[in-house]
Structure formats: structure tokens, C-alpha cells
């Protein structure tokens, strides 16, 4: 075994010790669900028993967890720098999220635009909170005003943008897979932007 393979079976049998610690379950509890004897169990949290993918299978089912989040290493920064958009006053954490939902946080010092005509219509979803400032959601003909701590949720196809009011404002959007396909297709062909972008 290298020294990567080692510590990847370590990272593995703390990950099921402290998945078991959190639901309150004993080794016997545990054991009982993944159909392995509690003496099995205590050795592979132990590092006494060598892993085996079948088992491994087995107590990632029972722990409500799957094999690749019990044995993912962090190969990425888990530190990341804003992408800044000079040019619409944004600034953006990109966030990972489930597979096909998008959460991107977002600072925006810009107001809505001032012309319906700009406003976009996408199929989708979207969900947003402000975490700070006060923000402004133009959806169809309704202007919204949405402070600190409140949050929307819309279908886009509603045409919709969304901007400051008052100074900088930070947004955290969560979007499905059609409501992030319209945002990406609308990017480069003038289009206001928005948290889900």
C-alpha cells in the first residue's frame, strides 16, 4: 500500500465511525443494518480488518450515504477566490451543489435594469436568499423588494432580473439544470445578469 492508499483507508474508516457517532447509533445498531457482526464492524473502524468494496457498499447504504461521498478524497481548494464581473458590478463564489442543481453566491452593486425589454425568460427554477444588503427582483411586471434574510422562489419563465437597491447587496441562488442552461445560453449575448448566472 502507498502512503496515498493508506491514508484514504484511514480517511474511510473515520468517515464510518463519525457517520455512526452522528445518527447515535451503537456498533450493534449499526452492524444490525449493514447485516455485518458487531465484531467485524468495531475492526474496520478500527483498522483491524481490511476494507473490502462489498462491505463498504453495505455500510454506505446503511449510513444513507454513497460509496463515492464515503470514499471521496478532497483533491480540490476547499479555499476559492471570487470571479469578479467588473463590467455588471458582480462578484461570484461558485458553490457545489447535488448533481443538477447550481448554488452560486453572489455580490451585485448594480440597480435592475431600467427596461422591460431587458428582463429574460428561461425555462427553470430558481431560489434565492439575500444574506446581506437589500435586493431589488423584477419578475413579469412586479417589482419586488427582498431585504437581509428573505428569499424568493419563481419559475423562469417569468421574464426576470434581479438587482441592488441602496448599495452592494450579496445573494445566494440555487438554480435546477434548465434554469442554469438558459442563464448560459443568455451570457454572451447581452443579457442582464442575475444570481442564478
Do not use: Y
Amino acid at each position: 500500500m502507498t502512503q496515498d492508499d493508506d491514508e484514504l483507508d484511514s480517511l474511510v474508516r473515520k468517515r464510518i465511525r463519525a457517520l455512526r457517532v452522528a445518527q447515535g447509533w451503537s456498533l450493534e445498531e449499526l452492524a444490525d443494518r449493514a447485516h455485518l457482526s458487531q465484531s467485524t464492524l468495531s475492526r474496520i473502524e478500527t483498522g483491524q480488518r481490511r476494507l473490502a468494496l462489498d462491505q463498504l457498499v453495505t455500510l454506505a447504504r446503511a449510513l444513507d450515504t454513497s460509496l463515492d461521498q464515503l470514499v471521496e478524497t478532497a483533491t480540490e481548494d476547499v479555499v476559492s477566490n471570487p470571479m469578479i464581473d467588473g463590467t455588471h458590478g458582480l462578484m461570484r463564489w461558485p458553490i457545489k451543489a447535488e448533481p443538477g442543481m447550481t448554488v452560486v453566491r453572489q455580490r451585485m452593486t448594480n440597480p435592475p435594469p431600467d427596461s422591460p425589454s431587458r428582463l429574460r425568460a428561461h425555462t427553470g427554477r430558481e431560489w434565492l436568499v439575500v444574506l446581506s444588503g437589500t435586493a431589488i427582483l423584477l419578475l413579469g411586471n412586479r417589482r419586488f423588494r427582498i431585504e437581509t434574510n428573505q428569499s424568493a422562489e419563481f419559475p423562469t419563465m417569468l421574464p426576470h432580473a434581479i438587482g441592488a437597491e441602496g448599495g452592494p447587496c450579496e445573494i445566494l441562488g440555487i438554480f435546477d439544470r434548465d434554469a442554469r442552461r438558459g442563464h448560459q445560453r443568455g451570457e454572451g449575448a447581452g443579457n442582464v445578469t442575475h444570481p442564478s448566472q
